[in-house]
């Protein structure tokens, strides 16, 4: 029997490449996106190429309805979780702190430590033996920007960040006893998307603050998550694992 993973924010960038990954070593893939259908499609392409079901949903991860509707699809649909990649993410745009707006900091830690907070929820309310669950893992995106600080850029992300570590190591003591391991990768500068929201030329404006001299790719990010999910990551629990060359 396949084992099933939900990847969060599943459509592009990290998560597109965990999910293609996860297809490869074996699970059946929900791949969860907000707006971008057709890219999420083309994922769902590729794992059922590699022999997998795919399952696509929409749903904003930092809406509860939205959240509670992605898992019972995903219940009804594969069946019960044994994996979730809680990735779903933004940076939102550059600004000072005496520039900062409400309504952007809400939106960023809505999507950032809201949707990580309810995606962990509903993850250990299923697999928890506490819970009647037969355990999982969990592999949280977090970001090198939490230790970094973001100061110049983005405090407010790198913030995000920090909660989704606290949580990473919080949750992993608070579960360890019930079959859940629970982890996260700390990205540094990955060749994604992302960073267009912020500036369009940051990977190369940024590139030579990196220890290895190069950007990272969205593949070997997810080759760290999908090792972290595995049996051979069996006695880690509550790591936070760079992937940034060294920053
Ligand atoms: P990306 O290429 O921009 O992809 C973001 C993904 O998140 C997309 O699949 C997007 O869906 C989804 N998403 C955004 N808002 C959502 C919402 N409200 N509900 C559900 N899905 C939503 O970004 P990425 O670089 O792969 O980033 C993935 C994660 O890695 C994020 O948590 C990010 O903070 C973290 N990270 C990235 C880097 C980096 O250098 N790239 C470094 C450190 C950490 P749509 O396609 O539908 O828009």
Request: net charge negative.
């Amino acid at each position: 029997m396949s084992r099933i993973v939900m990847v969060t924010g599943g459509s592009r960038g990290i998560g597109a490449a965990a999910a293609r990954l996860a297809a490869e070593q074996g699970y059946d893939v929900c791949i969860n996106y907000n707006s971008n259908c057709e890219a999420a499609e083309a994922v769902a392409t590729d794992v059922e190429k590699a022999g997998q079901q795919a399952l696509v949903v929409q749903a904003d991860t930092s809406k509860e309805a939205d959240v509670l509707r992605l898992f019972e699809t995903c219940d009804k649909q594969l069946g019960t979780l044994d994996a979730l990649i809680n990735n779903a993410g933004i940076v939102g745009h550059m600004t000072r702190m005496e520039d900062m707006q409400a309504d952007a900091i809400d939106e960023l830690f809505g999507i950032n430590v809201r949707g990580y907070f309810l995606c962990a929820r509903e993850a250990v309310r299923r697999m928890s033996t506490k819970h009647s669950g037969k355990g999982g893992t969990i592999v949280n995106t977090s970001s090198a920007a939490a230790y970094i600080g973001g100061g110049g850029e983005w405090i407010h992300y790198a913030a995000s960040k920090g909660a989704t570590d606290t949580m990473t190591f919080g949750l992993a003591k608070e579960v360890a006893k019930e079959g859940i391991r629970v982890n996260a990768v700390q990205p540094g500068l990955i060749e994604t998307e992302i960073h267009a929201t912020g500036m369009a030329n940051r990977l190369e404006v940024m590139t030579p603050m990196v220890p290895m001299g190069r950007t990272g790719s969205a593949e070997e990010v997810a080759e760290v998550i999908l090792w972290l999910l595995s049996d051979a990551a069996s006695y880690v629990t509550g790591a936070l694992v760079p992937v940034s060359g060294g920053r």
